[in-house]
Structures are given as C-alpha cells and as structure tokens.
DNA sequence: AGGAAGATCCGCT
DNA sequence: GCGGATCTTCCTG
C-alpha cells in the first residue's frame, strides 16, 4: 500500500446513487500499484451509466454477456472494456445492488508517477495536463488493461483514496460519444471539476449543432 | 460465417 | 471539423 494514500473507498461508498457517486468521485485518488512504479492521479471527470434503462450503458435492457459481465456483479470493482481496437476504458461499478451501473473514469490530474507515465505513452515531452486527459490515454498511463478486469478495489492493486481537498465547482453536461441513445444522449450525466486542464474536452451537445456549449455549472 | 458499430485518439485541413 | 487506425464483440442470416 501506497504511504501516500493509505486509505481507500469502501464498497459501501460506491453502493450509493450512481449519480451521487459519479459526483463524489470527483477529488478522489485512483492509483494503480504495478510492477514498473506508482502512478496516482485526481479524479476530474466522471460519467454515469445506468443501466439497464440507460441505453448508453453497456448493460442496457439487462443484456449480459462476457464483456460486461462485471457490470452485474459486487459494486467497487473494475470494469473495463476494450473500444475502437485500440483503447482500454476503466469504469467503477456503482449504484444500488442489484442495479447494473457503473462510473466512467474519463480524466485525472496526474500525482504520482509522471516520468512513469510518459514512458507508457511513449511521449517524454508530453506535458502533464495531457497525460491522462481522455479515458483511453488514462488507461494507457496508468498502466490499466483488461488483466484488471472485476478487480476488487478494495485490494492494494488498483484502488481508489477519499479526497483530501475541496473540488472546485463541478459542471456537468451531457456524455461524450453516445449520440444514438436516444433521449438518454441528452441527459447531465457528465461532471468535471470546471477550469482544470486536465478535463478531456468540451462536449459536442446532443442534438445541437451549434458552437455553444451546452454545459451549466452548479 | 460475415459484417457493422463502437463510452477514442491523433493528425491534418 | 474530419477521417483513419485497429480489433473485439455481438447480432443476423
């Protein structure tokens, strides 16, 4: 265990409301002790899926299969998939037992490991706001692939420590890249800490094709 | 058996 | 803003 961060998330936590969840996380630590270092980074942008009504959500219309499996199993483990044949995704399953659900992890203001994750990344130069700023290049720095798949959290592997800070002012907005979901693809189920750098983008509003941002703070 | 789509990222225009 | 990379998974026939 990290001397750093020596406490961590019980599973009770993260057997709340995904909603309330998605937004607690942000301010949270993920870290992910592995053979070549630590590497740990704030958590700064989240998204909920709640399946089985959500039809963005892996686990939409209860369909269970291999790959989501995890979504329908002990809440405060991993779930992790592989999209676009090229990009790991880590998600945290939360929610009320029984539901479904789960946290995208999209964004982390790297604290620990920096050098370690440029050498994963294989970008030496790369500044540090850039380093685990979208879901898949996070995975890639912090060394997480499908080898996690159904982690148990609260383990000393790959977990998650409380805040220790107040999060800025957290926004929220619709999620990225799930344009076919119907009214799903409208609903505020992204947060981000509002100004901080490491937030992967702004998001493009469903339905909208305006220049505007379709996004409030709150 | 085959095909289409996907909770992404990067580089170029 | 747009398209290419790259491959697993799931659905259809």
């Excluded at 990290?2 to 961590?8: G, L």
């Excluded at 483990?77 to 998600?91: D, E, S, V």
Aim: with cysteine; charged share 20%.
């Amino acid at each position: 265990m990290s001397d750093r961060f020596p406490c961590r998330l019980p599973r009770e936590w993260f057997e709340r409301r995904t909603l309330i969840v998605a937004r607690d996380l942000i301010g949270c630590v993920l870290v992910h002790e592995a053979y070549d270092g630590i590497t740990a980074g704030r958590i700064v942008e989240t998204e909920a899926y709640l399946g089985p009504r959500d039809r963005a959500a892996h686990s939409f219309a209860g369909r269970q299969t291999e790959r989501n499996s995890a979504m329908f199993g002990p809440k405060g483990r991993a779930y992790i998939y592989f999209i676009y044949g090229m990009h790991w995704c880590f998600n945290v399953v939360t929610g009320p037992v029984g539901l479904p659900q789960a946290v995208l992890i999209r964004a982390l203001e790297p604290l620990c490991g920096l050098e370690i994750m440029r050498l994963r990344l294989a970008q030496p130069q790369a500044p540090a706001h850039s380093l685990c700023r979208g879901p898949g290049k996070l995975c890639r720095a912090m060394g997480i692939t499908g080898n996690l798949y159904g982690a148990d959290l609260q383990g000393d592997t790959l977990y998650i420590a409380p805040r220790t800070d107040q999060p800025r002012r957290i926004a929220t907005s619709p999620r990225i890249g799930i344009a076919y979901a119907g009214v799903f693809a409208a609903k505020p189920w992204r947060f981000w800490e509002d100004g901080n750098p490491c937030v992967s983008r702004h998001p493009r509003p469903a339905g909208v094709t305006s220049t505007r941002r379709n996004t409030r703070t709150m």
